[in-house]
């Protein structure tokens, strides 16, 4: 999900951690090191990288391109590639019988099907086009905040996981308890009321 879309579902997080200097240098090679790799002609099922917002296809983190006055603005992406159930069975199947009929035997093992399933399965992922999805964040350097495009939880968990490797901070996602809990001055009474709520249930 874009910045510019007409309409947004937006995660807020607040950025953990200190980059003591050369912020914008710090970032820029994280972003470089962990750029989106390309698994159209591979076999491997996954990719989850940083790319640009103005071209998701095309990363481009030269010349600060990313930074807009005191926020860095960049995306996710995440290419997935995976083989319908179906369309693996039926070659597995088409496989299986022709091994049959080049060795007479009437059947083949468990460990042998199952060499066959991966060989088929790698042979069609190489065929395959992953298929993208893109979201779109905000950072906010001065004010350690960072607005994600997209509730999703597959991709916050992603950006999580990427945002801590690629610039050694933690994201910590903001809902109504850790906004109580890290932007409100509470008393240690307070702190406790808040550690012991539990959630409403509206359901009869």
Known sequence: ????????????????????????????????????IDIDDGTAEV????????????PYFEDSSFLVGQFFIFSL??????????VL????????????????KEFI???????????????????????PNTYDLIWNFEDKELLFFTTQKAANEELETLFSK???????????YTIADLTLDLSEDDKDKLNKLIPANFKE
């Open 47 to 58: 990719s989850v990288g940083w790319t640009s917002t103005q071209n998701n296809f095309k």
């Open 1 to 36: 999900m874009g910045i510019l879309s007409a309409s947004a579902s937006i995660s807020k997080y607040r950025v953990v951690g200190e980059i003591s200097e050369k912020i914008i240098e710090v970032v820029t090679e994280g972003l470089k090191k962990n750029t989106i």
């Open 77 to 86: 992406r995440v290419d997935k590639k995976k083989v319908p159930a179906k």
């Open 89 to 104: 069975k039926k070659h597995v199947t088409l496989q299986t019988d022709k091994k049959l009929e080049e060795t007479g």
């Open 166 to 176: 690629s610039f050694g901070l933690t994201l910590i996602k903001m809902f109504p």
């Open 109 to 131: 093992s468990k460990s042998e099907k199952q060499r066959i399933k991966e060989q088929i399965n790698e042979m069609l992922l190489m065929k395959m086009h992953a298929t």
